[in-house]
């Protein structure tokens, strides 16, 4: 199963948006509504930031929002902080073993 | 609250064996499924493998199919990663996750451990 496809790197500015790409395939990202987004700080676990395509769970803020559109989905972050510079990666259920696969992840760094 | 805690990394020489261990506590152990995640120095995530609620549903990603071996232990909040012939390659922090759904699999990853360092080197 491969990885699905992120940018390597994004960059903004404190209080702008930017957005973060995962394409895939018919077999993942567009065949279900199964896309998830994870946040990780160096050093840390990964933190559920967004799943099935656009819902939050509780207690993530409303600045991180998803959708999808064919095989690519999409993460937007809005009124960037300082905070949200870490690694995102991106995940999608898969008919094949082991059910899910993840992006090859993106640096987002608030200049 | 929910709390998963890794237990059993260190070091291991190639072709050598490791068991790692992940206990759930704050939840209903036996109404999620769990899973496994590493990840490599400096690389990004890795699916390794998923086990259903009872543990007869398992899945593996082709890097470690026949090599590692998931199972879970209702009982005692247990879901295990049995890792044989190691390699170089799997040198990694080893997460295990609670998946996020009790109705229906979802294919999201709602709570994550601290991970535990596995090192495959002579």
Redesign the interface.
């Known amino acids: ?1 491969s ?1 699905l496809t992120q940018p390597a790197s994004v960059s903004g500015s404190p209080g702008q948006s930017i957005t973060i790409s995962c394409t895939g395939t018919s077999g993942d990202v567009g065949g ?1 509504n ?1 896309v ?1 987004w ?1 946040q ?1 700080h160096p050093g840390k ?4 930031m967004i ?2 395509v656009s819902n939050r ?1 509780s207690g993530v803020s409303d600045r991180f929002s998803g959708s999808k559109s064919g095989n690519t989905a999409s993460l937007t972050i809005s009124g960037l902080q300082a905070e949200d510079e870490a690694d995102y ?1 991106c ?3 898969t008919s094949s ?9 993106t640096k987002l760094t608030v200049l | 609250q929910v709390h998963l805690v890794e237990s059993g990394g260190g070091l291991v020489k190639p072709g050598g064996s490791l068991k790692l261990s992940c206990a759930g506590s704050g939840f209903t152990f036996s109404d999620h499924y769990m899973s496994w995640i590493r990840q490599a120095p400096g690389k990004g995530l890795e699916w390794l493998s998923y086990i259903g609620y009872s543990g007869s549903a398992k899945f593996y990603a082709d890097s470690v199919r026949g090599r590692f071996t998931i199972s879970r232990d209702n009982s005692k909040n247990l879901v295990y990663l049995e890792m044989t012939s190691l390699r170089d390659e799997d040198t990694a922090v080893y997460y295990c996750a609670r998946e996020g759904s009790t109705s229906t699999f979802s294919s999201f990853l709602d709570n994550w451990g601290q991970g535990t360092l596995v090192t495959v080197s002579s």
């Open positions: 199963q990885a279900y199964y998830s994870y990780q676990a990964p933190k559920l799943y099935a769970p990666y995940s999608s259920y073993s082991p059910l899910s696969v993840f992006g090859t992840g």
